[in-house]
């Protein structure tokens, strides 16, 4: 089991699913995996945190790390919530996500960041926002 919790600052959260307005729960069987912290004794600015996946069988699927405030894979799938995030609907067969706001300084956010995540419908089982389903996989 792999629990990830972290909000702004880096600061450990005591955020869960329910407080997060953006809630993915991946598909059965899905792991996370965060990269570990690389120290340097050099000045570094700009480069974002570690990242964070999601491993399903043949795919590894990256998060926007800055934006997660909770995340677990406990219970046999990965579940994932994103502050500053929101679901805008399916396009081109895949689910699409913004960035809406920042939950980090500029200084510590990659220059390179993307500010759209878009996912295949088989990877994921459910998305909820503010509490509220707005999307499920079929069947």
């Known amino acids: 089991m792999t629990d990830i919790e972290g909000g702004v600052n880096d600061r450990r959260s005591t955020h869960g699913a329910a407080d997060a307005p953006l809630v993915i729960v991946f598909a059965a069987g899905s792991v996370l995996h965060r990269e570990t912290d690389r120290p340097s004794h050099l000045p570094i600015s700009g480069n974002g945190p570690a990242g964070t996946f999601v491993i399903l069988p043949g795919v590894k699927i ?19 919530g994103f502050g500053g995030m929101r679901f805008t609907g399916v396009e081109d067969g895949r689910l699409i996500f913004i960035r809406v706001r920042e939950l980090r300084p500029e200084a510590e956010l990659s ?18 926002e503010e509490g509220r389903l707005v999307w499920r996989a079929p069947g």
């Open 111 to 128: 220059p390179t960041r993307s500010h759209r995540m878009t996912l295949a419908p088989e990877w994921l089982a459910a998305v909820s």
């Open 62 to 80: 990256s998060l926007p790390t800055d934006q997660i405030v909770f995340a677990t894979d406990a219970g046999g799938c990965a579940r994932v």
